[in-house]
Nanobody, 122 residues
Framework: QVQLVESGGALVQAGGSLRLSCAASGRTASTYAMGWFRQGPGKEREFVGA????????YYADLVKGRFTISRDNAKNTVYLQMNSLKPEDTAVYYC???????????????WGQGTQVTVSS
């Protein structure tokens, strides 16, 4: 098993940047592909992006492509979500998740963090 803890959420103005972190403990994080998801008020949880085990391949949702970047440091068992050019519609609780492949569906991820709040003011 692996435990995931997100951090870095904050209140930021539109156009600003944030970097979220997802620290893994337990089984080595490099065993898993890692995904980022978000859930806005009154919305379903949606895919943001994912990264494979080695960090050599990423995939992003169209809504964030070109603005968000996922990276990982397997030596630190940590995955990052760099968010630039933030918009009010990016406001959500952001979750990281561990799974076996770079996929969009929430059901393909086995472990989830508790989430971190990102609020973007206009």
């Amino acid at each position: 098993q692996v435990q995931l803890v997100e951090s870095g959420g904050a209140l930021v103005q539109a156009g600003g940047s944030l970097r979220l972190s997802c620290a893994a403990s337990g089984r080595t994080a490099s065993t898993y592909a890692m995904g980022w998801f978000r859930q806005g008020p009154g919305k379903e949880r949606e895919f943001v992006g994912a990264i494979n085990r080695s960090g050599g391949r990423t995939y992003y949702a169209d809504l964030v492509k070109g603005r968000f970047t996922i990276s990982r440091d397997n030596a630190k068992n940590t995955v990052y979500l760099q968010m630039n050019s933030l918009k009010p519609e990016d406001t959500a609780v952001y979750y990281c998740a561990a799974g076996t492949d770079v996929v969009v569906s929430t059901t393909r991820y086995d472990y989830w963090g508790q989430g971190t709040q990102v609020t973007v003011s206009s």
